[in-house]
């Protein structure tokens, strides 16, 4: 079959890899323009204080919605923006976006609002990251103390001294740091100790069967501990039941993100929904 067409027919995909492949190249197409064309929107998740069921904070996590493809899952785009560098102007772009956002909530009357923007390595390591940071804490006017950056764990763990340098340059701002699905990458806690980290994030894998899986229930506990001993916060994704919350909250987990409190919703819904439980004359997500 594929010899009627000719000696330079390369015919090494299988259907299924053929298929993924023109997929790829949909997306990769897609997202070079997605900035350009506005396709690109930020939603927020709640970030819960779980002593008083307060919102405390706001994740920004990105959406594209493409009239070709449809709404592309950022597990999907964001691995393939990080390979071919579109990451830059998209993650510039976030943070900025996120930025200008958290100064008009601190404005509109939740001063103390955090907000956590999650930042790949290739950005974090591009030439002339820390003067971007810069300029955008600038032309924003946030109060760096109220941004908090989600890193891999992948990213600490490569002990690079330009990565060193780099978190002490945005600690030195005020800025926060969060190791983001903390857990998943092996890496040991205590080695942490050497850099200057605020939070970790207990990875969604461990909190979705505690607490029945006894495994899962007892990794956690021992992240927690072992995090408290080293007077770093924690804060656990994937809260979608009582269950789980109870499990947290008894072992002091500081604070708590999930389907239970409230998925990632566009900026309007956030809006309201700060304006019901933020922590001053707002309601508890509890009950
Ligand atoms: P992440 O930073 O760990 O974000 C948490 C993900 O878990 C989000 O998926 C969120 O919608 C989802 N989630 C939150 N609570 C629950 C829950 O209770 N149950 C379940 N099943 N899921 C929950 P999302 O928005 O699809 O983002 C996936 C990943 O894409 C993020 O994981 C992050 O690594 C990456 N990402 C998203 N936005 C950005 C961005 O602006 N920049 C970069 N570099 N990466 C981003
Ligand atoms: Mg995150
Ligand atoms: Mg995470
Ligand atoms: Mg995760």
Not at 41 to 46: G, S, T, V
Not at 109 to 135: C, E, H, T, W, Y
Not at 172 to 183: M, T, V
Not at 217 to 246: D, F, N, P, Y
Request: charged residues 25%; contains cysteine; proline residues 4%.
């Amino acid at each position: 079959q594929a010899k009627q067409h000719g000696s330079n027919n390369f015919r090494f995909f299988s259907k299924g890899m053929n298929r993924m492949a023109w997929e790829r190249i949909e997306i990769e197409t897609g997202l070079r323009r997605a900035l350009d064309l506005q396709q690109l929107a930020l939603h927020y998740q709640p970030q819960v204080d779980l002593k008083t069921g307060h919102i405390i904070g706001m994740e920004a996590l990105l959406r594209w919605e493409s009239p070709e493809l449809g709404r592309v899952s950022p597990m999907r785009f964001i691995p393939l923006a990080e390979e071919t560098g579109l990451i830059l102007p998209i993650g510039n772009w976030v943070l900025e976006s996120a930025c200008r956002q958290a100064k008009a909530w601190h404005r509109a009357g939740f001063p103390s609002l955090r907000m956590a923007v999650n930042i790949s390595a290739r950005q974090f390591k591009q030439a002339g990251f820390i003067d971007r940071l810069d300029a955008i804490i600038q032309r924003s006017g946030i109060n760096p103390e109220l941004l908090e950056m989600e890193l891999t764990e992948s990213l600490i763990m490569e002990k690079s001294d330009e990565t060193l340098m780099t978190l002490v340059d945005i600690k030195s701002r005020g800025i926060k740091l969060a190791i983001d699905d903390f857990g998943t990458g092996y890496s040991m806690l205590s080695y942490l100790k050497h850099f200057p980290i605020d939070r970790i994030k207990v990875d969604r894998s461990f909190v979705r069967d505690i607490p029945e899986n006894t495994d899962d229930a007892a990794i956690t506990e021992a992240i927690i501990a072992m995090a408290h001993s080293l007077k770093i916060e924690v804060i656990a994704e994937g809260i979608e039941t009582r269950e789980q919350l109870a499990f947290l909250k008894d072992r002091a987990c500081e604070e708590g993100q999930g389907y239970y409190f409230g998925r990632p919703v566009p900026v309007e819904t956030a809006a309201e929904i700060l304006a019901q439980q933020y922590p001053r004359g707002g309601s508890s997500l509890f009950d």
